[in-house]
T-cell receptor, first 116, second 113 residues
Framework: AQKVTQAQTEISVVEKEDVTLDCVYE???????LFWYKQPPSGELVFLIR??????QNEISGRYSWNFQKSTSSFNFTITASQVVDSAVYFC?????????????FGTGTRLTIIP | NAGVTQTPKFRVLKTGQSMTLLCAQD?????MYWYRQDPGMGLRLIHY???????AKGEVPDGYNVSRLKKQNFLLGLESAAPSQTSVYFC????????????FGPGTRLTVL
């Protein structure tokens, strides 16, 4: 069974600090996809990134970076030089790439508050 | 393109009443999903559809029914609402595989008294 754990329920940091959101996953499949979504206070869900299990290269997009490590089953998300607009709930999610199990399993989310 | 839309945005029901939530997407996506979001529990999958005319159970299907008579629409029904169904409901769709990016609707906030 697929499972995603986001152990950090809430994090608060002062603006301009770096912050890392942890994500640990469980799956028996060798082919799977990992995602991060952002839910700002307005409530909509915004896609940030998708990674497949065969691509362990770290990804950087502006102030955002992701560290995927299969050895520890982790897909952590780092925001560098945080800004108030980064305040949101962030969800990590997992999809096992097999037809017949077309589900995306979400973690419980981490609420990030950036203090001005 | 409107993307994924949900109707209504808010609704208050009394215990035992029924209602239908409508999700519509104009991206010709194959896969559609209904989630509920409760505090501290993330998003949990209720039902999903892998194409027109198909439906499948997700993680928390009890008390809900769905239909996908047209490819662009995915309906979620509550036959006899209960307070435990108070939640925010999100619809989502993906294009050609279920592990594509999911596009989400704006959500429906449902309160059952």
């Amino acid at each position: 069974a697929q499972k995603v754990t986001q152990a950090q329920t809430e994090i608060s940091v002062v603006e301009k600090e770096d912050v890392t959101l942890d994500c640990v996953y469980e799956t028996r499949d060798t082919t799977y996809y990992l995602f991060w979504y952002k839910q700002p206070p307005s409530g909509e869900l915004v896609f940030l990134i998708r990674r497949n299990s065969f691509d362990e290269q770290n990804e950087i997009s502006g102030r955002y970076s992701w560290n995927f490590q299969k050895s520890t089953s982790s897909f952590n998300f780092t925001i560098t030089a945080s800004q108030v607009v980064d305040s949101a709930v962030y969800f990590c999610a997992l999809s096992e790439a097999n037809f017949g199990n077309e589900k995306l399993t979400f973690g419980t989310g981490t609420r990030l508050t950036i203090i001005p | 393109n409107a993307g994924v839309t949900q109707t209504p945005k808010f609704r208050v029901l009394k215990t035992g009443q029924s209602m239908t939530l409508l999700c519509a997407q104009d991206m010709n996506h194959e896969y559609m999903y209904w989630y509920r979001q409760d505090p501290g529990m993330g998003l949990r999958l209720i039902h999903y559809s892998v194409g027109e005319g198909t439906t499948a159970k997700g993680e928390v299907p009890d008390g809900y029914n769905v239909s996908r008579l047209k490819k662009q629409n995915f309906l979620l029904g509550l036959e006899s609402a209960a307070p435990s169904q108070t939640s925010v409901y999100f619809c989502a769709s993906t294009d050609s595989t279920p592990w594509d990016e999911q596009f989400f609707g704006p959500g429906t906030r449902l309160t059952v008294l």
